[in-house]
């Protein structure tokens, strides 16, 4: 695998972000842009289930994107409560498709915990989405997107013991806003993922592979 540290312009801030690339002679890989869990509550690019994420979608030859959100690590200003980060994910997402080696038509997108929130405010804003994987969302976030309009496959994944996502609220939630999207639930999961990122990062990888790849 190989990993480049970036940095992009999200309006006025400027952020970081780590690209990895699939060893191998394909010209055109596909992608994933991976957001990151809540801040406050130490999440960032760094994050051990990210990492573990991305690996794994490289074993699959998937380049992946993971960045930092505002008034994360080294990106520049400060927490906006998931408002300025949709443009921050908006940016990332226009720095991926441009990418050299990447290749714009099959890409994926994937939020976890506060940045599935993210990424479901501003997916009807975001252009060629090929598979699109939701990570302990809350029901509120699920109720406020525009899921019943999409086009491509959509998985949401939530843990049995999540006192955040709770898995009976949303999957009320996709059944009255999205009933094509599946929603799984991950026995003894916990919103941390804890013990469980290993799981998690297989079953992510694997609908990748099924959803861009085909």
Known sequence: MRQQSIAFNSKSY?????????NGN?????????GHPHPIFGGSMSSMVLQLISRTLDSSGIATMRFNFR??????????????EQDDL?????VLRQWPGID??????????????????CIDKIKGISGLCIVS???????KANLNKIKYPSLVLTGSKDKVSKWDSVQEALNNMSPKTQLQVIENADHNWTHKENELASIVSQFFTDSIIG
Not at 72 to 78: A, L
């Open 14 to 22: 400027t952020l970081e972000g780590i690209i990895t690339i699939p």
């Open 26 to 34: 394909s010209k055109k890989f596909p992608a994933v842009l991976v």
């Open 71 to 84: 008034g994360t690590g080294n990106s520049q200003g400060s927490f906006d409560q998931g408002k300025g």
């Open 90 to 94: 908006k940016a990332a997402w226009n």
């Open 104 to 121: 714009k038509n099959r890409l994926g997108l994937m939020g976890i915990s506060f940045s599935s929130s993210v990424a479901l405010g």
């Open 137 to 143: 969302p809350t029901e509120n976030s699920i109720l």
